[in-house]
């Protein structure tokens, strides 16, 4: 098996990132330093570190989390901080967030140890659609939904159309559902700010056509066969 390739079956990126973590040095094959990109390895026998930690190949395994406010997208957080892994108990394998929410966004996070698996659900060009409900500061007007319909600049970058709807209004604040197929970092609610209504409180209810249903805030289920086959195939456009 090729090296970058049993990186990524060990959970740690994607095949393509794995060839950047190779070429700077910081994998090693039965301890010496390998930047070979087409090294291939024996995985029975060769022992193989990542910044000094032992890799072991495990079965892959894909999860849904209904992740609640409050916890961080990582492994670990050096202020002692929840993370969504502390949510994950009888969870053996070493898994990772698919993507990331903010600390205090709800809602459908995937977390998952195959590398290719994540670079298909994460990278801008496999356009999986996401469905967020955002609580905003105001009344919205339907200018400012046609602007965020129509791509909005942030970071200066316009942002793909999205599709977008009034939920429900309540006193100063507005409950809308956006739909998109990006996944920049505070996405979301940086559109949102960007027509003049601040995010309050963000939920992702929808990744694909998977949802939150029978899930309560913290809880988690492993998905099945088909619904992996069915993202897989959605990200390769396979599935319209």
Known sequence: MRLARYLAAAGITSRRKAETLIQAGRVKVNGRVVRELGFVINEEKDQVELDGWLLHREEPVYILLNKPSGYLCTLADTHGRPTVVDLLRGVTQRVYPVGRLDYDTEGLLLLSNDGDFTHLMTHPRFEIEKVYEAWVQGMVSRKAIERLR????????????????????RKDRTLMEI????????????MCASVGHPVVALKRTRFGDLTLDGLRPGEFRYLTKDEVEYLQNLAKGQIR
Do not use: F, S, W
């Not at 739909?179 to 940086?190: A, F, W």
């Open 150 to 169: 129509a791509g909005v600049i942030i970071d200066a970058v316009k942002t793909a159309p999205a599709k977008v709807r009034v939920l429900a209004k």
């Open 179 to 190: 739909r998109i197929h990006e996944g920049r970092k505070r996405q979301v609610k940086k």
